[in-house]
């Protein structure tokens, strides 16, 4: 009855936002529609929608409205190198927990993203 869907960033440029999803963080852009609406394929069945803010829309950037976070197939180190090499700017050291390691970067509005690698 309900399937898929996707997790809406609220962005003040679609074309900075869809620079950084793709060309920065590598996802794929599944659909753009101008500066209305862009679908990115984050993979696992992840979509994230770009849209416009607006009045009644969260402010892009809002601390704590979103926070997505992105599975490795990589090691952490690797794919930070990457994002790094592409213009992406990581917030401080790699965050080691029991299950998990993660580093914070993020989007060109300021909403915080998390590339996570799971311990095997």
């Known amino acids: 009855m309900i399937r898929g869907g996707n997790a809406t960033i609220f962005v003040s440029s679609m074309d900075q936002s869809v620079q950084f999803y793709t060309e920065v963080l590598g ?14 394929d984050a993979g696992d069945g992840l979509k994230l929608g770009l849209h416009p803010s607006s009045p009644s829309a969260a402010a892009p950037g809002t601390k704590g409205s979103i926070q997505i976070g992105l599975m490795v197939t990589e ?26 390691r993660i580093a914070f970067i993020d989007d060109p509005d300021g909403n915080e993203l998390y590339l996570c690698e799971l311990k095997k």
Do not use: N, P, Q
């Not at 996802?27 to 990115?40: N, V």
């Not at 990457?82 to 080691?96: L, Q």
């Open 27 to 40: 996802l794929k852009l599944e659909y753009r529609a101008g500066d209305h609406w862009a679908s990115i």
């Open 75 to 100: 090691t952490l180190e690797k794919v930070i190198a990457a994002v790094s090499g592409r213009g992406g700017i990581f917030k401080g050291e790699i965050h080691d927990d029991d299950a998990v």
